[in-house]
Nanobody, 121 residues
Framework: QVQLVESGGGLVQAGGSLDLSCVAS????????MGWYRQAPGQQRELVAH???????NYQDSVKGRFTISRDNVQNIVYLRMSSLKPEDTAVYYC???????????????WGQGTQVTVSS
């Protein structure tokens, strides 16, 4: 079993910053991609940022220049540094990762439980 446990989030004023982190634990042989999605009330879940094991990153256009994703391949942690936050960034943020548990199979996608980020105007 693999667990993704997120931390960080909370309430911040517009223009402020927040840091999220997520650690993959359990039967983890190798973590391929890691990323963050978000879901606002009444909206579909959307990709925020994605990072490969080789540190190649991809961002949603609306967060480019404001958010930074990074990862630690030894400790299997992914980070999301969010700056210049806007009220429209308010959502539940979910961590996701492609995790290989044994060398007899490929990777599976796992999700964290989500953490609330609220940006007040």
């Amino acid at each position: 079993q693999v667990q993704l446990v997120e931390s960080g989030g909370g309430l911040v004023q517009a223009g402020g910053s927040l840091d999220l982190s997520c650690v993959a634990s359990g039967m983890v042989l190798r973590v391929y991609y890691m990323g963050w999605y978000r879901q606002a009330p009444g909206q579909q879940r959307e990709l925020v940022a994605h990072i490969t094991r080789g540190q190649i990153t991809n961002y949603q256009d609306s967060v480019k220049g404001r958010f930074t994703i990074s990862r630690d391949n030894v400790q299997n942690i992914v980070y999301l540094r969010m700056s210049s936050l806007k009220p429209e960034d308010t959502a539940v943020y979910y961590c996701t990762a492609g995790v290989q548990e044994t060398d007899r199979e490929g990777y599976r996608t796992y999700w964290g439980q989500g953490t609330q980020v609220t940006v007040s105007s």
